[in-house]
């Protein structure tokens, strides 16, 4: 795969996957609100995609060592992944009753995350599945608390 694609693509999913089970997560804990989730969800599939799209192009820009179409089809590339990957949460949050829709979703995040981290790491391939996963837990277990304190410190504002 070409660098621009690979760099789009890498960041898209990656961003994608850690940003909305996070944002699921949290916002499951502190609202159990199915309409906050899936408002949510749409604004990190366009706004972040936008976001993370941006952020793509001016760190390739900063490098100096791409053509603008290499930096403009890495960002594309990002804004696709990140948008269809996020987008993709939005099924079982929509299908399942709200405590199995999150969990369906982590094990669709972390599954995905799984795969793709043992499609690109070089030498030991597990290693690189166990370090992404480890990070991926660590933001889903910190975000679970985080809506859980708001809940309990803000739920009666």
Known sequence: MEHSKKIGFSFGITSAIIT???LIVGLSSSTHSRL???GS???IAIADAFSDSLGIHISEESEKKHSKGEIYKASVYTWIAKFFFAMSFLLPVLLLPMELAVIASVLWGLSLLAVFSYCIG???RWSAVGE???IAAVVIIASHYVGVFISSYFGSI
Do not use: P, W
């Open 122 to 124: 070089d030498g030991n």
């Open 132 to 134: 992404h996963v480890l």
């Open 20 to 22: 909305t089970l996070g």
């Open 36 to 38: 906050a989730i899936i």
């Open 41 to 43: 969800v749409l604004v």
